[in-house]
């Protein structure tokens, strides 16, 4: 190898290493999630309401209701559709 290719070869090492160190340090800011205090009334679970298709329950733990949504049935809209709710509060009484 001659000097000029193996000073390139060094040069372009140089640049490989730089971009990387650049890529680590200034790399993406951190997301943070936003602090909501009602956030924790809420557990959301995705689940198959019928075969194949699956829909989102949400439960209310400050009114104790369960919320169902489930896909609109033309596919080519892509909306949840609110479809009812039960009251767990109710339910789990234990028959009183």
């Known amino acids: 190898?001659?000097?000029?290719t193996i000073v390139i070869l060094?040069?372009?090492?140089?640049?490989?290493?730089?971009?990387?160190?650049?890529?680590t340090v200034a790399g993406p800011a951190p997301?943070?999630?936003?602090a909501a205090?009602?956030?924790q009334n809420y557990a959301i679970?995705?689940?198959?309401v019928r075969d194949g298709?699956?829909?989102?329950?949400?439960?209310?733990l400050s009114t104790r209701?369960?919320?169902?949504?489930?896909?609109n049935r033309n596919l080519a809209d892509r909306r949840l559709l609110y479809a009812d709710y039960r009251d767990l509060q109710r339910d789990f009484r234990g028959g009183n």
């Open 1 to 4: 190898m001659t000097k000029p």
């Open 10 to 23: 060094l040069v372009m090492a140089n640049i490989l290493l730089l971009a990387t160190l650049l890529i």
């Open 31 to 34: 997301a943070f999630a936003q």
């Open 37 to 39: 205090p009602l956030g």
């Open 45 to 48: 679970v995705a689940a198959e």
């Open 53 to 60: 298709v699956d829909g989102v329950y949400v439960i209310d």
């Open 65 to 71: 209701r369960l919320h169902v949504f489930v896909p």
